[in-house]
T-cell receptor
Framework: GAVVSQHPSWVICKSGTSVKIECRSLDFQATTMFWYRQFPKQSLMLMAT?????????EQGVEKDKFLINHASLTLSTLTVTSAHPEDSSFYIC???????????FGPGTRLTVT | DQQVKQNSPSLSVQEGRISILNCDYTNSMFDYFLWYKKYPAEGPTFLISISSIKDKNEDGRFTVFLNKSAKHLSLHIVPSQPGDSAVYFCAASVTGNTDKLIFGTGTRLQVFP
């Protein structure tokens, strides 16, 4: 149980374009979903927290107009990287938390490469 | 400011021996700690957690120890197996703000035969 999927697993896009990443909880309802970013050999950095049906809460330094997060249902959250630049190239990981639980269940991640 | 630190970027252990991964934190408000295991190109997988009201939690081959006075926790894996080879992250949170997990930088464990 507690499986989280991400799609796509790997995407290459050109500078200036937008790319959408989906995060789904497959066998549970996730009241809260999280988006992280990981640079090579670095820690996971929380970008934003989203609760179903409400606006995402962004961490300091994360541009909310650039990283659009939508949590449309209890099983789906999307991250859209708008006007992508090469410095946005990274590994993006989502996680989901079951209500009442501390643990977060992570998706497999999406590697974004912006050329 | 790195609030959760894993000072050893890598660790190499022989199969069957004990692996000890260490984690230090600076924020005394942290009261819940978790360990995650991560394979390349995959998301982290939850391993074990501990609340600050305890100093030890055990689950099979995995034991986490917490020393609050030293702001230090460690993960012991006994016996180590080749399949344990991965990057291990510790994470910390504050009760009441459990949304936010602060991750360490990870320790790459390699278990060799």
């Amino acid at each position: 149980g507690a499986v989280v999927s991400q799609h796509p697993s790997w995407v290459i896009c050109k500078s200036g374009t937008s790319v959408k990443i989906e995060c789904r909880s497959l066998d549970f309802q996730a009241t809260t979903m999280f988006w992280y970013r990981q640079f090579p050999k670095q820690s996971l950095m929380l970008m934003a927290t989203s609760n179903e049906g409400s606006k995402a809460t962004y961490e300091q330094g994360v541009e909310k107009d650039k990283f659009l997060i939508n949590h449309a249902s209890l099983t789906l959250s999307t991250l859209t990287v708008t006007s992508a630049h090469p410095e946005d190239s990274s590994f993006y990981i989502c996680s989901a938390r079951i209500k009442g639980s501390y643990e977060q269940y992570f998706g497999p991640g999406t590697r974004l490469t912006v050329t | 400011d790195q609030q959760v630190k894993q000072n050893s970027p890598s660790l190499s252990v022989q199969e069957g021996r004990i692996s000890i991964l260490n984690c230090d934190y600076t924020n005394s408000m942290f009261d819940y700690f978790l360990w995650y295991k991560k394979y390349p190109a995959e998301g982290p997988t939850f391993l074990i957690s501990i609340s600050s009201i305890k100093d030890k939690n055990e689950d099979g081959r995995f034991t986490v120890f917490l020393n609050k006075s030293a702001k230090h926790l460690s993960l012991h894996i006994v016996p180590s197996q080749p399949g344990d080879s991965a990057v291990y992250f510790c994470a910390a949170s504050v009760t009441g703000n459990t949304d936010k997990l602060i991750f360490g930088t990870g320790t790459r464990l390699q278990v060799f035969p």
